[in-house]
């Protein structure tokens, strides 16, 4: 999966807080069958048990589409659903103790907010990375938006080793604006997730992408 990843500029999340899990297997479906180039299941709040069987068929429609699925936060539910990576925030625990429960095979992704955090993120042997929120955002209540001047620098320094997605608030509207400063690789929730046509809003993202 590793190379899949390489190949991915559009990151898409199903997230349990815009989305029901009974429409979560649906609409993930349709974010893959639209091109996107990692999945991951974001659940804040949620019980992991809970999650197990829904995460487990995400796995596997992954699996039909060939790209990473991504558990955030939930480290025993990656390993219990064979995910193909795990994502940790600034706040969920050390990547090098991750990494040693979950083995040098599974993607691990960290979300950074600030150059210096994109910085620590490569000498922590992460795999990829998120850079943001750029914009205010609803699924990041209370944080600011960091802007887009750090964009660049972190593109040079960090995102021609690793990939780097730009997150946070990115719209169709702003899209332009977030590669002018610097990104090639962006996720985007919330727009996508309220689409009444994810799949074919998902084409219609990648082709102001490339």
Do not use: W
Not at 60 to 77: A, R, S, T, W
């Amino acid at each position: 999966m590793r190379s899949a990843l390489e190949n991915a500029v559009l990151y898409g999340i199903c997230d349990l807080g815009y989305v029901s899990s009974e429409k979560a297997e649906d609409v993930s479906r349709s974010l893959l069958a639209g091109g996107v180039g990692i999945l991951q299941l974001r659940a804040k709040g949620h019980d992991p048990g809970a999650l197990r069987n829904l995460a487990l068929r995400l796995r596997i429609l992954c699996d039909d589409f060939k790209i990473p699925f991504v558990i955030n936060d939930h480290l025993e539910l990656a390993l219990e659903c064979g995910a193909h990576g795990l994502h940790f925030g600034q706040d969920d625990g050390s990547l090098q103790e991750a990494r040693e429960r979950i083995g040098p095979e599974m993607l691990l992704g960290r979300s950074t907010h600030s150059l210096r955090q994109a910085r620590q993120a490569l000498v922590d042997s992460a795999d990829y990375i998120g850079f943001g929120p750029l914009f205010p955002t609803p699924t990041k209540k209370g944080r600011p938006g960091i802007g887009l001047g750090e964009i660049r620098a972190m593109q040079e320094e960090v995102g021609l080793q690793i990939p780097a997605f730009c997150i946070g608030g990115v719209n169709p509207a702003n899209l332009g604006e977030v590669k002018q400063a610097g990104a090639r690789r962006v996720v985007m929730v919330s727009h996508l997730l309220s689409s009444p046509d994810p799949e074919e809003e998902t084409r219609k993202i990648l082709s102001k992408l490339s």
